[in-house]
C-alpha cells in the first residue's frame, strides 16, 4: 500500500490546485495527517474541544450528506490544505441546540481551515472557503458560522473578503478573545452579527 504524500515533506507545490471531497480510506488518512498539522500549528490545545477523539472518529460529524471535507491537492498529489463543513443546530438565542437527528438544520459550521506552509501565499485558503461555501450552499444551509483565534490576523481578512461578518459567540468557549463569524448564504442578514465598532469580547 503506498502511503498518503506527508503535507510537509515538499518544500514547493506544482500548480495547479485541484480541491476534492475526502470519500477514500486514503483521503481519510490525510485528512488526519492534516488535521493534526493544524492543530500543532496553534499556540492551544485542542484538548478542551476533544480533538483526539474526532481524529479517530473521522469522517465523524463532517461526514455527508450534511457535512464534508475538502483536500487541496498539488499536481504532484501533495496534499496542500483542508477544511471541514458540519451541520450546526442552534436555538433561537444562537446557542447549540439538541434536536432530532430529522430536523435538517439551516445553519452549518466551518472548521478546520489548514494550508502547509509551502502552499501559503497561493490562494488555497480563499479556494478551500469557496468550495466550502458552495458545498453550504448546494446542500441547503442558510447560514454559515465558524470561530478563529484573535492572533490569527490573516484568516480574518480571509473570511472577510468572502463576505464573513462579526457575530455574536455561538457556543460556549474556554479561550479568550474568541471571534465569532457568520456568512448568510440566501443574501439576507447575519443573525446575531455585532454592530459596527462594538468591541465587546463575545467569549
Known amino acids: 500500500?503506498?502511503?498518503s504524500p506527508s503535507p510537509t515533506s515538499t518544500p514547493t507545490l506544482r500548480l495547479p490546485i485541484t480541491i476534492s471531497p475526502a470519500r477514500s480510506p486514503s483521503s481519510i488518512r490525510t485528512t488526519t495527517t492534516l488535521f493534526s498539522?493544524?492543530?500543532?500549528?496553534?499556540d492551544i490545545s485542542l484538548d478542551f474541544q476533544s480533538f483526539s477523539t474526532e481524529l479517530a472518529a473521522l469522517p465523524?460529524?463532517?461526514?455527508?450528506?450534511?457535512?464534508?471535507?475538502?483536500?487541496?491537492h498539488d499536481a504532484?498529489?501533495?496534499?496542500?490544505?483542508?477544511?471541514?463543513l458540519r451541520p450546526l443546530r442552534l436555538s433561537a438565542d444562537h446557542q447549540p441546540s439538541l434536536r432530532t437527528p430529522h430536523d435538517r438544520p439551516s445553519y452549518c459550521e466551518l472548521k478546520r481551515?489548514?494550508?502547509?506552509?509551502?502552499?501559503?501565499?497561493?490562494?488555497?485558503?480563499?479556494?478551500?472557503?469557496?468550495?466550502?461555501?458552495?458545498?453550504?450552499?448546494?446542500?441547503?444551509?442558510?447560514?454559515v458560522r465558524l470561530d478563529t483565534l484573535p492572533d490569527m490576523r490573516a484568516a480574518v481578512r480571509l473570511y472577510e473578503s468572502v463576505g464573513f461578518v462579526r457575530t455574536e459567540a455561538y457556543h460556549g468557549t474556554l479561550v479568550e478573545g474568541l471571534i465569532f463569524m457568520g456568512r448568510s448564504l440566501g443574501g439576507g442578514e447575519v443573525e446575531g452579527k455585532r454592530a459596527e465598532?462594538?468591541?465587546?469580547?463575545?467569549?
Open 197 to 203: 465598532g462594538d468591541d465587546a469580547s463575545w467569549s
Open 37 to 42: 498539522a493544524y492543530a500543532a500549528s496553534l
Open 1 to 3: 500500500m503506498t502511503p
Open 60 to 72: 465523524g460529524s463532517y461526514a455527508p450528506p450534511l457535512g464534508d471535507i475538502l483536500l487541496a
Open 76 to 84: 504532484a498529489g501533495t496534499p496542500a490544505g483542508c477544511i471541514a
Open 113 to 143: 481551515l489548514y494550508v502547509v506552509p509551502a502552499g501559503r501565499g497561493l490562494g488555497i485558503g480563499k479556494m478551500l472557503v469557496e468550495r466550502a461555501l458552495s458545498a453550504a450552499e448546494e446542500r441547503g444551509y442558510g447560514e
